[in-house]
């Protein structure tokens, strides 16, 4: 079972910049892709970025030169590094991780973390 934190979420003026990030932990063999989605109210999730084992990464055209995805395999950590925020992106953050986890070969997963709320006020 793989299960992630994540934090760093708050409350910010527009123009203002957070950090969010999300630990992973578990039996985990490998991971795959490691992403960012958001949900705002009356609206559905949304990717927002993601980023490949092979570190590719992937932004939603919304936040394309504002935000920033970055991991630290070390640490079992992925970030979303957020600028110039707009009041358009409150929402709730979650992140979510594929891989393969568990005993011996291992079987895929795909874990969602709690989520953290992102408010940007104008």
């Known amino acids: 079972q793989v299960q992630l934190v994540e934090s760093g979420g708050g409350l910010v003026q527009a123009g203002g910049s957070l950090r969010l990030s999300c630990v992973f932990s578990?039996?985990?063999?490998?991971?795959?892709?490691m992403g960012w989605y958001r949900q705002a109210p009356g609206k559905q999730r949304e990717l927002v970025a993601n980023i490949t084992r092979g570190g590719s990464t992937n932004y939603a055209d919304s936040v394309k030169g504002r935000f920033t995805i970055s991991r630290d395999n070390a640490k079992n950590t992925v970030y979303l590094q957020m600028n110039s925020l707009k009041p358009e992106d409150t929402a709730v953050y979650y992140c979510?991780?594929?891989?393969?986890?568990?005993?011996?070969?291992?079987?895929?997963?795909?874990?969602w973390g709690q989520g953290t709320q992102v408010t940007v006020s104008s």
């Open positions: 578990g039996t985990i063999i490998s991971i795959n892709a």
């Open positions: 979510n991780v594929l891989g393969v986890a568990g005993k011996g070969d291992g079987a895929d997963f795909g874990s």
